[in-house]
């Protein structure tokens, strides 16, 4: 599928990854309709539109059902389709799992998996109907290793695996493809946010030996919109790391 003319609804779009994402969509001439908890830069909004193609936003946690809904009307109501829709929007709240809260478990999964499917089945229904679509969950390379503190975490980002290649089936027989990818140790807010100390740790971990970047997987999504014989795959980008 060419992005041309097509609208993405992108998650976790105000920074990081989800920034990138748009960003490269954009360039591809893309319509975005674009979520976040918060408000967006307006220097950001203002970067997006200058490719020449529409861009609204709709705030709001994916957590909860009606931010789903409210997308999906978004891009009917603005473009009058919803080609593709990209779920990057994610948590972390990290602690060891014998001493993690109920809460902090359920809060990771709330968000990342709940949130996804939230998200995805108002646009799932409508792509089978349409007979064409392209959704990209965000998962993560401890979804597929795990990682000590993360328990939380990477239960969600697993549990997004199986997510994907669930709708990848029900999908196909109607033309509609779903894929994850696994991101490695991507340069966000997050990765910034870690110690010099942990940062050399993982760092000796990657055979790449440096962390990745965020239009590192922007390029990966792209690649997942644009080639029509893939679904049902993880495609992991980390530096050789999983």
């Given at each position: 599928?060419?992005?041309?003319?097509?609208?993405?609804?992108?998650?976790?779009?105000?920074?990081?990854?989800?920034?990138?994402?748009?960003?490269?969509?954009?360039?591809?001439?893309?319509?975005?309709?674009?979520?976040?908890?918060?408000?967006?830069?307006?220097?950001?909004?203002?970067?997006?539109?200058?490719?020449?193609?529409?861009?609204?936003?709709?705030?709001?946690?994916?957590?909860?059902?009606?931010?789903?809904?409210?997308?999906?009307?978004?891009?009917?109501?603005?473009?009058?389709?919803?080609?593709?829709?990209?779920?990057?929007?994610?948590?972390?709240?990290?602690?060891?799992?014998?001493?993690?809260?109920?809460?902090?478990?359920?809060?990771?999964?709330?968000?990342?998996?709940?949130?996804?499917?939230?998200?995805?089945?108002?646009?799932?229904?409508?792509?089978?109907?349409?007979?064409?679509?392209?959704?990209?969950?965000?998962?993560?390379?401890?979804?597929?290793?795990?990682?000590?503190?993360?328990?939380?975490?990477?239960?969600?980002?697993?549990?997004?695996?199986?997510?994907t290649k669930t709708l990848a089936r029900e999908g196909a027989m109607r033309g509609v493809r779903v894929?994850?990818?696994?991101?490695?140790?991507?340069?966000t807010d997050m990765t910034a946010a870690l110690s010099q100390a942990s940062q050399d740790q993982i760092?000796?971990?990657?055979?790449?030996?440096?962390?990745?970047?965020?239009?590192?997987?922007?390029?990966?999504?792209?690649?997942?919109?644009?080639?029509?014989?893939?679904?049902?795959?993880?495609?992991?980008?980390?530096?050789?790391?999983?």
């Amino acid at each position: 599928m060419k992005l041309t003319d097509k609208t993405a609804i992108i998650t976790g779009a105000s920074r990081g990854i989800g920034e990138a994402i748009a960003r490269n969509f954009a360039e591809a001439g893309a319509n975005l309709v674009l979520n976040a908890r918060h408000e967006f830069p307006t220097e950001l909004i203002k970067e997006l539109e200058a490719f020449g193609h529409g861009v609204v936003t709709v705030l709001g946690s994916v957590d909860d059902p009606a931010t789903g809904q409210q997308l999906v009307a978004t891009a009917l109501d603005k473009f009058g389709s919803a080609d593709i829709l990209v779920n990057n929007a994610g948590i972390t709240s990290d602690m060891l799992a014998m001493r993690m809260k109920p809460e902090d478990f359920a809060r990771v999964v709330s968000v990342n998996l709940d949130g996804t499917f939230y998200v995805s089945q108002p646009v799932f229904k409508k792509m089978l109907k349409a007979r064409t679509g392209v959704i990209i969950n965000l998962a993560s390379v401890v979804g597929l290793t795990g990682n000590i503190g993360q328990a939380n975490y990477a239960a969600s980002k697993a549990g997004i695996i199986g997510l994907t290649k669930t709708l990848a089936r029900e999908g196909a027989m109607r033309g509609v493809r779903v894929n994850a990818i696994a991101p490695g140790m991507i340069a966000t807010d997050m990765t910034a946010a870690l110690s010099q100390a942990s940062q050399d740790q993982i760092l000796a971990e990657i055979p790449l030996k440096r962390f990745g970047q965020p239009e590192e997987i922007a390029h990966a999504a792209r690649f997942l919109v644009e080639n029509a014989y893939i679904t049902g795959q993880t495609l992991t980008v980390a530096g050789g790391l999983g």
